[in-house]
């Protein structure tokens, strides 16, 4: 008899959530994303350790970065979804504020994320992350779209790319992701 052995299949639940996200459609069927996942509690550790760091320097309206820390200690899963963006698709829409021509030749932002971007590629990432999600709703994991965690992930240079979201995953009888206490 094995006693809650729900827990050991999150890697395997974690790789079909990946899936959804890989084949999600992408604008003139070009792929610029990159994916990781974390289940190793060291690495996770690591990531929320660093997420508390943010915090710190950021200051006081950024202390929620401190709480989705606690998130991610708590979470069985993060996955990574990262941006990231080396060639225009030559559409010249104009929604990044530049034309595919010029983009790559503006100075880069280096904040908590790296500007300008292609926003059609973002919108690829967008529903990227929301075919994610979606499909740890219908496997039933409770999960998270956290800025927080790509801010994070950047600094660490967990993956390529300029823009990274983090989805922790959770399986436990109360999702740890809603009803979470204030940040003081």
């Known amino acids: 008899m094995k006693i809650n052995p729900e827990i050991e299949i999150i890697e395997d639940l974690a790789k079909q959530i990946l899936v959804a996200a890989r084949t999600a459609p992408k604008a003139k069927g070009v792929d610029d994303l990159q994916f990781a996942l974390i289940t190793d509690k060291e690495e996770k550790e690591k990531l929320a350790q660093e997420m508390e760091k943010v915090a710190e320097e950021k200051g006081e309206k950024f202390k929620f970065f401190k709480r989705d820390a606690n998130n991610v200690r708590n979470s069985e899963a993060v996955i990574l979804i990262s941006l990231d963006f080396k060639k225009p698709l030559g559409l010249n829409c104009g929604a990044c504020g530049f034309s595919c021509g010029d983009i790559l030749k503006q100075s880069k932002?280096?904040?908590?994320f790296e500007g300008p971007?292609?926003?059609?590629?973002?919108?690829?990432?967008?529903?990227?992350?929301?075919?994610?999600?979606?499909?740890?709703?219908?496997?039933?994991i409770d999960n998270r779209i956290m800025y927080t965690v790509g801010v994070a992930a950047r600094r660490l240079k967990l993956l390529p790319g300029q823009i990274i979201m983090g989805i922790p995953l959770s399986i436990k009888g109360k999702n740890i992701y809603f009803d979470r206490p204030p940040v003081k």
């Open 117 to 140: 971007v292609c926003a059609i590629k973002l919108l690829d990432m967008g529903i990227a992350i929301g075919s994610a999600v979606a499909k740890a709703k219908d496997l039933c």
């Open 109 to 112: 932002s280096n904040s908590d």
